[in-house]
């Protein structure tokens, strides 16, 4: 099962459930995972984490 399958599974379980409310949350999560990764691979890591 790929990444895309997966985005689509909760894609489809968000609107056959009506919890769009939902969405926001979910790309917030994915958005602070992603710059975290980021965060520990550059030079910017300790100005990054003074934001948290």
């Known amino acids: 099962m790929g ?3 997966l985005a689509n599974e909760i894609w489809l379980f968000l ?3 009506k ?3 939902l969405l ?3 790309v917030v999560l994915v958005l602070m995972g ?3 990764i980021f965060a ?3 030079a910017l890591a300790p100005f990054i ?3 948290f």
């Open 3 to 5: 990444k895309l399958a």
């Open 15 to 17: 609107r056959q459930n």
């Open 19 to 21: 919890k769009y409310w």
């Open 24 to 26: 926001p949350i979910i």
């Open 34 to 36: 992603v710059l975290l």
């Open 40 to 42: 520990q691979s550059s």
């Open 49 to 51: 984490y003074t934001i």
